[in-house]
């Protein structure tokens, strides 16, 4: 409706110059109409000036409100002006659309207000940055947690915490890390996670991160009174029968008031029993030997020794290596290798990991009929996967979540050694072990590797 009202007033005054323009050619010719002519162009003169006025008028009110958009300014008026009805219904129009553009505005405002207000309540630390250089956002915990007011620039934050930014700029995108911060004489354990990504064609760095030395602490005091509760427990379970037995050959050896039995007193059934008493001591030390052999092997995983391995070559190689002892066992292995990926592993803890998951699947699947472990590649989201897969009896809902702790066993002469020790290795390599089962419906084990 403004628009057409606009142009039809429009082509009246181009209408009107055009009959003006006519009449002063009409007379131009004529001496004697000197002062008719004056005042025709007179008038021409002052319709092309109303005409630039009338639509120059427009474009500067246009020109106003797009840059009362541009600059968020909704103070700006369009009201108390006469130019007529056409323009008073497009400032109408105008203080519409600002009226919008306000509310808005103002939506926008509390949205970002409410969300502050959850972020700073928040007992995690919240760091955005835009473009490596701009600070966006920083929320309270942030501050607490590293004693820094709010800084601008990232520039400002590396001179204020040089420790913090410096571990935050070796992380990779979607990394998480364990750091340790000295932050006013007071040692924190940071647990950080770092997040890029972009919208609308600027990047941002997303940093997460909370202190988590209590639990951290609380966690340590339990796995020592775990730890000293199994210790204890194998500890005993050899040392007593090894006691039970000294005493048992002393008591063979003297026969009373403190006096020893001479070699001619000691008949064949006490040599008989002594020595069966020292072969059960042995047998006994040496598998308190091991235990602690185990233990030191839990404790000290080498370094890595990375090495590019083509993932189907090595579950090839590692099926070669199995084959022959799982067919004693009528136990067949399948290799679904469809995704092809190179891994930068330890080729040989790799190995030890895989050769740990396939001889369990081994013993899960005694007296199961039909026995088979299937080895799998691919892809899952930013992963690499490698799955080994039975289908013998699982494992127990009850002792699924305990089969990565030391020195539990679902198996009678089990150490409880090798799938804790197999995620420490996975661990190392910056991925995980995970498992999936149901109690007779066979397990399921996930070597995850992160891209």
């Known amino acids: 409706m403004v628009s057409k009202r606009f142009s039809l007033l429009v082509i009246v005054r181009i209408t009107l110059l055009m009959l003006t323009l006519t009449g002063l050619a009409f007379i131009f010719a004529k001496t004697e109409l000197f002062f008719n002519q004056i005042i025709l162009l007179s008038i021409v003169i002052i319709q092309v000036a109303e005409l630039i006025r009338f639509i120059t008028f427009t474009n500067r009110e246009l020109a106003k409100l797009l840059l009362a958009i541009r600059y968020s300014d909704f103070s700006i008026s369009f009201k108390g002006k006469k130019h007529g009805k056409s323009f008073q219904e497009l400032q109408d129009a105008f203080v519409e659309i600002i009226e ?29 940055i835009k473009e490596e250089h701009q600070i966006e956002l920083m929320n309270k915990t942030a501050q607490n947690l590293l004693g820094v ?37 007071d040692k924190l354990q940071i647990s ?22 209590s ?26 029968p090894i006691t039970s037995l000294t005493e048992t050959m002393q008591m063979m050896l003297h026969k ?39 233990y030191r092997k839990l404790t000290r995983v080498k370094n890595l020794d990375k090495e590019r391995t083509d993932a189907i070559e090595l579950l090839e190689n590692m099926a070669q290596l199995m084959k022959p002892e799982l067919q004693k066992e009528h136990i067949t292995l399948e290799l679904h290798l469809k995704s092809a990926f190179e891994l930068s592993i330890d080729r040989k803890l790799i190995e030890q990991v895989l050769i ?13 009929e039909n026995p088979r472990i299937t080895l799998r590649t691919y892809f899952r989201e930013s992963e690499k996967v ?9 494992i127990d809902e009850s002792k699924i979540d305990q089969i990565f702790i030391p020195f539990f066993s679902t198996k009678e002469q089990g150490s409880g050694i090798g799938l804790s020790l197999s995620k420490q290795i996975m661990k190392k390599h910056k991925g995980d072990l995970t498992v999936k089962s149901e109690s007779g419906q066979g397990a399921s084990f996930f070597l995850v590797f992160k891209y």
Do not use: C
């Open 256 to 294: 009373g008031e403190n006096l020893e039995k001479s070699i001619d007193e000691i008949s064949e059934e006490d040599l008989a029993d002594i020595r069966f008493s020292l072969e059960t001591i042995q047998r006994r030390s040496e598998g308190l030997l091991h235990f602690v052999d185990d």
């Open 192 to 213: 950080a996670h770092v997040t890029r990504l972009k919208i609308l064609n600027f990047r941002y760095s997303i940093i997460t991160f909370q202190n988590i030395k």
């Open 386 to 394: 490698i799955e080994v897969t039975d289908n013998g009896m699982g």
């Open 100 to 128: 919008a553009f306000k509310k808005v505005s103002v939506e926008k405002e509390a949205q970002f207000r409410f969300l502050k207000v959850i972020v700073d309540n928040v007992n995690v630390g919240i760091i955005a």
């Open 149 to 185: 007011g709010v800084p601008n620039y990232w520039k400002q934050l590396q001179q204020l915490s040089p420790q913090f930014s410096r571990e935050f700029s070796e992380m990779d995108d979607n990394e998480r890390k364990l750091v340790e911060l000295n932050v006013k004489d």
């Open 356 to 368: 740990n998951l396939i001889t369990n699947a081994k013993h899960a699947l005694k007296d199961i």
């Open 215 to 240: 639990e951290i602490e609380q966690k340590e005091i339990e796995a020592w009174h775990k730890l000293i509760r199994i210790l204890t427990h194998e500890i005993m379970n050899s040392v007593t």
